[in-house]
């Protein structure tokens, strides 16, 4: 493979990692994304049972500029729209900071797809047009199908998979709308499937015959080409456009100096600092409190780091 993204759900701590490990290949391209939630509702603030809903949505950065405006998304999220866990976002704020990202439109829990399972057609395509508006030729739809090989696994995701791959691609053609296939990747090799069902038991307190609790597929390894190739060769564009966005991302970094916070001269917080003693010129003991706004605050020379 040519790249491989990170998209963790909500959240970007791994990039750091991912990009450190990532050094060790540089025939791979790294690309860093996330699935963020993007609520129902015009206001990611409101947050009451009646305005608990989210979409996921696919966003990955092409420059360094995507790369500020996906920590922009996400930061705002957990900042101002975290709701039961998930650091949600609306529409507008995707809007703000879409410059410099690629977006895709998420598995059957994306916005399009749920309208689709929903049989409210008219609202997928008012939404499939609202992100092509804002993203251009940056937006793709997603194509998945994830066919449980094993009894005890989620066969219900296929049916829906194939429901909702039969409008996006009517929708790719009907508004000139790039496709694009992926497949959930929850661990690295097929054999760990069982091994992540166990995982889903702890993290959900369920017991592992309980006939209740959630399945996965258990197809959400990281598949190869090959396989890729196997379940999506009836539909070539959706395959070459993996390419086609990998091609887009270009190579940057994101290593800085730390960025400490300015204090404002009106600080009353007071914390424990060392001072330096007159008479001897070293640190006094004990230590003395002194202001905030004494101890901390940058100079005007160097309260400006960009």
């Known amino acids: 493979m040519p790249a491989l993204a990170i998209t963790d759900h909500g959240n970007m701590y791994g990039v750091k990692e991912f990009l450190k490990v990532a ?3 540089p025939e791979v391209k790294p690309i860093i994304g996330c699935e ?20 996921h949505l696919i966003l990955l950065a092409k420059d360094y ?15 101002e729209g975290k709701y039961y866990e998930k650091p949600r976002v609306s529409h507008e704020i995707v809007e ?5 990202l690629v977006c895709c439109s998420a598995c059957i829990g994306g916005e399009i797809p749920r309208l689709i399972r ?42 829906m998979q194939l429901k909702v791959n039969e409008k996006l691609i009517e929708y790719s053609k009907k508004f000139d ?17 069982e091994a992540h069902d166990r995982l889903i038991c702890l993290s959900t307190g369920k017991d592992l015959d309980d006939p209740q609790r959630m399945l996965y597929s258990k197809q959400e390894w990281m598949k190869t080409t090959a396989e890729m190739n196997e379940i999506f060769g009836h539909i070539p564009e959706a395959l070459a456009n993996t390419i086609a966005i990998a091609d887009k991302v270009e190579e940057y970094k994101i290593t800085h100096a730390p960025l400490m916070p300015g204090a ?22 004990p230590n003395f409190m002194v202001p905030l706004s004494q101890s901390l605050a940058p100079s005007p020379k160097t309260a400006n780091l960009t």
């Not at 500029?65 to 900042?79: A, D, Q």
């Not at 703000?96 to 410099?100: A, F, H, I, L, P």
């Not at 404002?264 to 003991?285: N, Y």
């Open 23 to 25: 050094k060790k290949f």
């Open 36 to 55: 963020i939630y993007v609520t129902k509702h015009y206001d990611h603030k409101l947050k009451d049972k009646d305005h608990r809903g989210y979409y």
């Open 65 to 79: 500029n995507g790369y500020k405006n996906l920590m922009k998304i996400v930061s705002t999220g957990h900042i």
């Open 96 to 100: 703000k900071y879409s410059e410099g």
């Open 118 to 159: 929903e049989e409210k057609y008219d609202q997928a395509e008012e939404a499939a047009l609202w992100y092509k508006n804002l993203f251009g030729e940056d937006y793709y739809l997603e194509l998945q199908l994830h066919k449980a090989s094993v009894a005890r696994a989620n066969h219900e995701a296929y049916e």
């Open 177 to 193: 709308v790039g496709l694009v296939c992926t497949n959930d990747v929850h661990f690295v090799d097929e054999e760990h499937a």
């Open 264 to 285: 404002p001269a009106t600080a009353r917080r007071r914390v424990l600092t060392p001072v330096m003693s007159h008479s001897m010129g070293s640190i006094s003991s």
